[in-house]
């Protein structure tokens, strides 16, 4: 089961794929899209978003596909663990996220533009992945721009208790204070 539509979840998963298997790499690649191999055991069944991979994975018995950890969880979905940059086999969990994102170097990467699958580490789960906002940064209208900030802000000061309820891993405080000093130097509205 996979995605049909363009998803991070696909990028991130074939990310993690190219990076360990240089065959996957140059035949499948990495996109929101691709073209994924038909074989034994597979079926080539494709279906748009995580519910509906959720809902068709939990109904034909035998399937294997691939969702984002919140779907997982909130559909008491059964899942694998899958080895990591240091041999390990990870269990995809809060503490798991948190240890592949506290290797990443954040303080270096432009924009905060990191793709950190296959972190390193002995807990990292090796298909953590990142979400990202896009703002112009000389927008068209200030003022909505300036909303759309305020509303970010309050997110990532207030919102970590939230994005944990709903089954995302809340961002470190020290991360928290960068993005807060990078918006400040790259939007001044």
């Known amino acids: 089961m996979y995605r049909s539509d363009g998803s991070g979840t696909t990028f991130n998963w074939v990310n993690y794929l190219s990076k360990v298997s240089p065959a996957w790499k140059t035949t499948v690649g990495e996109r929101i899209v691709v073209r994924w ?28 596909g691939y969702a984002e950890y919140a779907h997982v969880l909130q ?11 240091a041999g390990q086999f990870v269990k995809p969990e809060v503490e798991s996220f948190q240890a592949a994102a506290s290797s990443a170097d954040w303080s270096n990467a432009k924009d905060f533009c990191l793709i950190i699958t296959d972190a390193p580490g ?8 990142t979400v990202f906002i896009l703002m112009p940064r000389k927008p068209k209208q200030p003022e909505r721009a300036k909303v759309a900030l305020d509303l970010f802000a309050w997110g990532v000061r207030n919102g970590q208790k939230q ?19 990078y918006w400040k130097a790259q939007f001044p509205l």
Do not use: C, H
């Open 163 to 181: 994005a944990e309820a709903l089954d995302y891993v809340p961002l470190s405080q020290d991360l928290v204070a960068q993005v807060e000093s």
């Open 75 to 85: 559909n008491k979905m059964t899942y694998g663990l899958v080895q990591n940059q």
């Open 122 to 129: 002995e807990r990292a789960y090796p298909i953590t992945a």
């Open 37 to 64: 191999p038909v074989g034994i055991g597979f079926n080539g069944i494709g279906a748009r978003g995580n519910e509906d991979v959720a809902a068709i994975v939990r109904q034909k018995r035998g399937a294997i």
